[in-house]
């Protein structure tokens, strides 16, 4: 941060990538199939899913093909990333803050007197601080037992 703007920085958020391949029956692999895993692309968790809490686990979507060994299967791979909530935040004098884990946290940020009605009876310079902190929620939920591979 400096006196007139504030500075970001790019950071490494812990979280777990995995990919899971399943055997599905190709009766099961159909076109309605198929827009149910559209539809939970982009989604978390409605339910405890693989160990992980309510809204914990993202789902990134899957791929498959026909298996080679036997065409009545269809090899699928889902991918998925979890992270966990965060507790106890603190953002400049503003804390208690706790957001789920594929929330997002923004800071809003206002001027505030550096020395108000300090020695020199003035408010001294100006400098930005954390006003406001505020949690959105960027992914809808979903019903992870739709993909059929269980929780």
């Given at each position: ?30 076109w ?80 505030v ?24 929620r ?13 929780n």
């Amino acid at each position: 941060m400096t006196d007139d703007s504030v500075e970001g920085c790019e950071i490494i958020v812990p979280q777990f990538k995995w990919t899971e391949t399943h055997q599905l029956d190709s009766a099961t692999v159909t076109w309605d199939y198929s827009q149910v895993l559209y539809d939970l692309t982009g989604k978390t968790n409605q339910a405890a899913f693989r160990g992980f809490g309510i809204k914990q686990v993202l789902f990134h979507g899957a791929k498959g093909s026909q298996s080679a060994k036997n065409p009545d299967l269809v090899e699928m791979t889902f991918s998925f990333a979890a992270s966990r909530d965060a507790a106890g935040l603190v953002v400049g004098d503003i804390n208690g803050i706790a957001k789920k884990a594929w929330e997002y946290l923004w800071v809003r940020y206002g001027l505030v007197p550096e020395n108000p009605g300090g020695s020199t009876g003035g408010p001294g310079r100006l400098l930005k601080r954390p006003t406001s902190v505020h949690i959105e929620r960027v992914y809808d939920g979903g019903d992870f037992s739709q993909l059929g591979i269980g929780n």
